[in-house]
């Protein structure tokens, strides 16, 4: 009796094992194939924030030495970041400032670029908008624990005195 109570448990053991993969693969799944989303909020484009001061126009000397208007942006982990009003086949540059593995970058066809925080960390974005401006994007990307495969140290928990 005890026998077939053991193999009982274990056929339900072996069942909640299955399911919990079904139900891993399905959402692995869903997250590939569900486009982003783009968000509410708008995103920053060609026209300037009613906060921003209008800047003058640019002339051929700022063009030659690369000055470029910074838009700051902040994510948190797990976030998604829209960047419309760029120019369609323009090359968008990259670099890390800090963790490699903070920024996913997600170019679409629409010419959007789609950004989510995956660690934090911070990098730069260097684009063209459709209007011709060349723009640089400073994303920070906040995550309240450090990042995966860190080698910075825990903290220990607080004594409990008796």
């Known amino acids: 009796m005890s026998n077939s109570k053991g193999a009982d448990i274990s056929n339900r053991r072996r069942g909640l094992r299955k399911l919990a993969a079904f139900t891993a693969i399905a959402f692995g799944i869903l997250v590939i194939a569900v486009p982003a989303r783009s968000q509410s909020s708008p995103a ?19 063009k030659k030495t690369g000055k470029r208007r910074v838009i700051s942006i902040t994510l948190g982990k797990g976030e998604t970041y829209t960047i419309s009003g760029l120019k369609k086949g323009a090359a968008i540059d990259s670099k890390t400032v800090a963790n490699p593995n903070a920024l996913s970058l ?39 624990a450090p990042a995966i495969n860190s080698l910075q140290p825990g903290s220990a928990p607080t004594s409990i005195s008796p």
Do not use: C, F, M, W
């Open 44 to 62: 920053p484009g060609a026209t300037a924030s009613p906060q921003a001061s209008p800047k003058p126009a640019h002339t051929n000397a700022e």
């Open 106 to 144: 997600q170019p679409q066809p629409s010419g959007d670029l789609v950004l989510l925080g995956t660690e934090g960390g911070r990098s730069k974005i260097d684009a063209t908008l459709a209007s011709g401006e060349q723009v640089s994007y400073d994303v920070t990307v906040e995550a309240g």
